[in-house]
């Protein structure tokens, strides 16, 4: 029995010490511990947040992937006009040389992964624009498109602008460009301004040149490139159930951007 009292007191005893301490532990914190209701609604603001969505996840995205001279850039600034934000690929890539103080990618260090900085710059974009945005030209490829995604980047849809050798070519031998490095604008003929007799770009005025790399072995080698990457793209976005969409580019680029607004309706 007396065994049994001893034992008693000696819980009562570490209780009373527990408690002090608790107290104390509290005082020194200036703290006072939570209620059961103030527990309650805690969990109710966590629970909001968690269904709160992303902003990023709601905005609809779209992507104009497709060979060189199938439309993309043409089907990019008629969408512009529809409420979308246009980022053009050559823009990142100058933006890529911008932040590296690099002239061109033949200056890129081997280990460099271009990839990650080329979707770093994307999500940058991503998060500051708050209108949905038209990447003319990317994704180039699987490794791009999935990071951007696991960066919590959405893309609605991507559209693939198919186009025949025989055409891609007839209109890359018309492209045109802007030599200043603040515009760069890549158009043709049909859209370039005419002043003096000289062919000049519609948004700054500068003379249109040809590009240097539209002849036929950097065709070739490019397109070749394009479609080496086009199969593992169409597979990534069946996996990240992205729809998928082929338009065909053999029309006319205003029939074509047409059909790309029709889907977006």
Known sequence: MLKKLNLQKKRQIT???????????????????????QIAT???????QK???????????????GPIASGK???????????????PLNALY?????????DDLSELNVNLHIDDHIVNIVSQLDEQITMPIVFDG????LNQLS?????GGHIERVFYLDASFETLYARAYERLV????????????????????????????SALTVRADDNLFSLDSRYNEFYDYLGEIELGCNVLDIPFIKVDAEKDPMNVCKDIIGRLQ
């Open 15 to 37: 209780k009373k010490k527990k408690s002090k301490v608790k107290k104390e532990h509290y005082k020194t914190l200036k703290l006072k511990p939570l209620s059961s209701k």
């Open 42 to 48: 805690q969990n109710e603001k966590k629970v909001k």
């Open 51 to 65: 269904k709160q969505p992303n902003k990023r996840d709601t905005k609809k995205n779209i992507c104009l992937i």
């Open 73 to 87: 850039t043409t089907c990019a600034s008629v969408i512009n006009t529809d409420g979308y934000f246009v980022v």
């Open 94 to 102: 100058a933006s890529l040389f911008d932040s590296l103080n690099l």
């Open 138 to 141: 990317f994704p180039q490829n």
């Open 147 to 151: 990071k951007f995604v696991e960066a």
């Open 178 to 205: 802007c030599p200043n490095p603040n515009c760069s604008l890549v158009t043709n003929r049909y859209n370039a301004n005419v002043v003096d007799g000289f062919l000049t770009c519609p948004i700054c005025n």
